[in-house]
């Protein structure tokens, strides 16, 4: 009875959506208040009823409830309670009721937080919302049921993917779809504006702290993938440009853009076309994701579903979705038109920049993704070629170091007009200091590529001129370092969390120049009682003994590693069987520190004793994931900044719609 609840919640979910997708778009374009009113405590009950319904399927997986279809593919009753828990979305089914869970949620918060927005303008955010949510209520429902009873209920489940059975990805998927699913938000306030034809300074100022959370989450999510690939699947990398990491990493491209456009609306009215056009293709792109990731067009071992119907539905709602928000702005485009004047050298010219270098990157990702897809449509299915990371790395890469070049002098220029020498001359200390560190790199390597001095030197570039940024805002010291340092302290949220990302980026740069330059790699056959060299490291392989898990049996190696015959650590690399699923995975073993990773891997039993051992030293790894950390603190400062809770523009009155009574 309790899974036929969870199913009726949904039914009434998907019937609410569809009224507050009706009912509050008519009452703003009459002036009806009542109807326009309708939209908030809707939203709240169809957050509420799919709370209900989500809530019921984690009761399911966690009592093993055998009955349901979904809990028997994708659980188990020997695993551990965390997994039960993140097996609700660790399947095709529970996912997508995630995903509707936090589209109802984002449109509850504006719901509860949006006093200060115009009724028009939060009613037709709000229908816009629910439109997106009623189409995908309507794919869960009538494709992607989660509720299907089993016509008999078996003794176990088939237990879930082994790969999934971790703590990173127990919260990389709730991250990766509070951004993806965040941008719905931005995408919603555009399209009302574009209904009502105004596009100001009010305007950006309501949908810049809703991409902001959406960015900092899809950072956060994107984040915790990279670390578990790395940590996880035993291959050593932190990225591969698989279509399924891409298929977030594009919307997180266009997301950084859409953040630094929104400023200049704010700031100085310009751009108002193009800071829409980002909204509406930056949740663009997170559905195309969610097409990739379902529809099986793209092999991918992130992938959760390959039936061609539910990627039929899925393309459809991409489709509509799309089609009709860019006929609407191609309608709407007159009314755009830009207030503020700059010159070619100012801030705006140079976050214009910064959004083309963000756009084309992101453009860049998407052809080398789709590429294979479209080359076997041409040729019917004749030709199948594979784009891997050797295209993207040299594709995607002069744009990552012309927009870390960028970022330092962008941020020094003044609003409107500006001279680049004023600018360049402020960050000269982080020019010697970049330059410095970057041949210093370049010194203490030998025989070795330019890509560890080049990193460097951009890193340090980026983080010196964050810092140099912030401190010219204090004062840089002119009436005195005591009161530069008091101002610093007094600086808003935003100059804060810009300075804090901006050095996130730095500091990631660094991470990935230098674990791809400097890394070093061993693989060979070890038994145990060998010792074998990797970098300044000695590592002995003591034993490989059988070991019980609590759903798996595993191999486990035991290493000992040494550095100038002192030892520094015990590593255990494993090779787990989930004998339920019938699936191996593979558990590196990593020593870590702020300077290097020392990992271990254990493979498979060779011919004649021994096993395949891979080890490597990979220098300033964790330095990728740290800079990640900051990026997203950097994003949670700007976020805590007042000014973003304060709508400038409360007296906003609507255009092109008839008075609202009792405005």
Request: charge should be positive; avoid cysteine.
């Amino acid at each position: 009875m309790t899974a036929e609840l969870g199913h009726f919640a949904l039914i009434l979910a998907f019937l609410v959506a569809l009224v507050q997708a009706v009912v509050p778009l008519v009452g703003a374009s009459r002036g009806w208040a009542g109807w326009m009113g309708l939209a908030a405590p809707a939203a709240t009950v169809q957050f509420l009823l799919t709370a209900v319904a989500f809530g019921v399927l984690t009761l399911a997986f966690v009592r093993s409830d055998f009955s349901l279809a979904l809990v028997v593919a994708n659980s188990h009753s020997d695993k551990p309670l965390i997994y039960k828990i993140t097996g609700v979305w660790g399947n095709h089914e529970g996912s997508m009721l995630l995903w509707v869970l936090i589209l109802a949620l984002f449109g509850a918060m504006v719901a509860w937080f949006g006093a200060g927005l115009p009724p028009a303008l939060k009613a037709r955010t709000l229908a816009i919302q629910s439109m997106i949510a009623a189409a995908f209520f309507a794919f869960i429902l009538f494709t992607s049921n989660p509720f299907w009873r089993m016509a008999v209920a078996p003794l176990d489940g088939r237990d879930l993917n082994p790969l999934l059975q971790d703590p990173g990805l127990a919260l990389h998927p709730p991250f990766l779809y509070l951004g993806y699913v965040g941008l719905s938000i931005s995408f919603s306030f555009a399209i009302a504006a574009l209904i009502e034809g105004r596009v100001d300074a009010a305007w950006a100022r309501w949908v810049r702290p809703w991409t902001l959370a959406a960015w900092l989450f899809l950072t956060v999510g994107i984040g915790l993938g990279s670390w578990w690939a790395y940590y996880e699947l035993g291959w050593g990398g932190f990225w591969f440009w698989d279509p399924v990491e891409n298929a977030s990493f594009m919307p997180w491209l266009l997301a950084a853009a859409l953040l630094h456009s929104a400023i200049v609306v704010e700031k100085r009215e310009s751009l108002k076309a193009w800071t829409i056009l980002l909204a509406i293709m930056a949740f663009g792109f997170s559905l195309i994701g969610t097409f990739i990731v379902r529809s099986g067009v793209i092999t991918s071992v992130h992938a959760f579903a390959s039936d061609p119907t539910r990627g039929v539905f899925i393309l459809a709602i991409l489709g509509v979705t799309l089609g009709a928000a860019l006929t609407l702005f191609a309608l709407r485009a007159q009314d755009l038109q830009a207030k503020g004047v700059f010159g070619v050298v100012s801030r705006e010219s140079a976050l214009v920049m910064n959004n083309i270098l963000l756009s084309v990157s992101a453009l860049v990702v998407f052809v080398g993704t789709m590429w294979p897809l479209i080359v076997e449509v041409a040729t019917d299915g004749e030709r199948k070629i594979s784009v891997g990371a050797p295209f993207f790395d040299l594709a995607f890469t002069p744009f990552a170091v012309a927009l870390a070049i960028l970022l330092p002098v962008g941020s020094m220029l003044p609003w409107k007009r500006a001279r680049i020498g004023r600018a360049l001359v402020r960050l000269w200390p982080a020019l010697v200091l970049a330059l410095a560190l970057g041949a210093l790199a370049w010194s203490v390597q030998t025989g070795r590529s330019a890509l560890a001095p080049i990193g460097i030197a951009l890193a340090a570039w980026v983080v010196a001129g964050a810092v140099t940024d912030l401190w010219a805002r204090a004062g840089s010291g002119k009436d005195g370092f005591m009161a530069s340092l008091g101002r610093l302290g007094r600086l808003p949220g935003a100059d804060w969390g810009k300075a804090v990302a901006h050095t996130g980026f730095g500091l990631t740069i660094f991470g990935v120049a230098t674990i791809i330059a400097w890394q070093v790699e061993d693989i060979r056959v070890a038994r145990p009682g060998d010792s074998f060299p990797v970098g300044q490291y000695e590592l002995t392989m003591d034993r490989v003994e059988e070991v019980q898990g609590p759903n798996y049996i595993a191999l486990r190696g035991v290493f000992t590693a040494r550095r100038d015959g002192r030892e520094i650590a015990t590593l255990t690399p494993e090779k787990r069987i989930y004998p339920v699923a019938g699936m191996p995975t593979t558990e590196a073993a990593i020593h870590e520190t702020l300077a290097r990773d020392l990992y271990v891997v254990l493979g498979d039993p060779q011919e004649g004793g021994g096993f395949a051992v891979r080890s490597y030293v990979k220098p300033f790894a964790n330095w990728i994931w740290i800079g990640t950390i900051v990026m997203a603190l950097g994003a949670a400062l700007s976020l805590g900044d007042r000014r973003l809770r304060v709508a400038p523009g409360a007296s906003r009155a609507p255009s092109r719609s008839p008075p609202v009574p009792g405005e």
